[in-house]
T-cell receptor, first 112, second 109 residues
Framework: ETGVTQTPRHLVMGMTNKKSLKCEQH?????MYWYKQSAKKPLELMFV???????ENNSVPSRFSPECPNSSHLFLHLHTLQPEDSALYLC???????????FGNGTRLTVT | GQNIDQPTEMTATEGAIVQINCTYQ??????LFWYQQHAGEAPTFLSY????GLEEKGRFSSFLSRSKGYSYLLLKELQMKDSASYLC??????????FGKGTSLLVTP
């Protein structure tokens, strides 16, 4: 149990589908993150929320839409994705900028 | 922006010592983190340095030189289970935490 739970663990979707990834943290942290991990590439920071307010958006295409209704929940809404969006999507949270990130187990996304 | 470099792959022998280097360039610095990631699993936190010097935690130690933009992770008494990817991550003055590509370590018998 990592304290950060992501669902689903695996997702296969067509390019015209709409789906959502869910993340929930039980650690009382204030900041939540979405990262994308592709083969042979570093972990790419996508979005950061601190106290439900978005503080970072790393030029992510609009087909990825984050939502943070409260400090414990984070969603990533997906629509009209491309095959190159296939990757492992990791959610993480942390208490403060000088504390470590705690990661969920990720959602393995395949876009067909 | 940030530029974080670390070697792609390293191989070491069980029982030996290995040093994984990380160099970085960043505007604003609020600490450097090391993570371990086994294949198919989430990254797990190993160490944090914000001041210059060496932080020791069991078999793992991490060193930081802010003036040189340099850190290393030292793994002693290597075990087979230490075969994994080791990720260097730099925190800027905000909430962003950016990662290097990771170093894939293979420990051989």
């Amino acid at each position: 149990e990592t304290g950060v739970t992501q669902t689903p663990r695996h997702l296969v979707m067509g390019m015209t589908n709409k789906k959502s990834l869910k993340c929930e943290q039980h650690l009382g942290h204030n900041a939540m993150y979405w990262y994308k991990q592709s083969a042979k590439k570093p972990l790419e920071l996508m979005f950061v929320y601190n106290f439900k307010e978005q503080t970072e958006n790393n030029s992510v295409p609009s087909r990825f839409s984050p939502e943070c209704p409260n400090s414990s929940h984070l969603f990533l809404h997906l629509h009209t994705l491309q095959p190159e969006d296939s990757a492992l999507y990791l959610c993480a949270s942390r208490r403060a900028t000088n504390s470590p990130l705690h990661f969920g187990n990720g959602t393995r996304l395949t876009v067909t | 922006g940030q530029n974080i470099d670390q070697p792609t792959e390293m191989t070491a022998t069980e029982g030996a010592i290995v040093q994984i280097n990380c160099t970085y360039q960043t505007s604003g610095f609020n600490g450097l983190f090391w993570y371990q990631q086994h294949a198919g699993e989430a990254p797990t936190f190993l160490s944090y340095n914000v001041l210059d010097g060496l932080e020791e935690k069991g078999r793992f130690s991490s060193f930081l030189s802010r003036s040189k933009g340099y850190s290393y992770l030292l793994l002693k008494e290597l075990q087979m289970k230490d075969s994994a990817s080791y990720l260097c991550a730099v925190s800027n003055s905000g909430y962003a935490l950016n990662f290097g590509k990771g170093t894939s370590l293979l420990v051989t018998p």
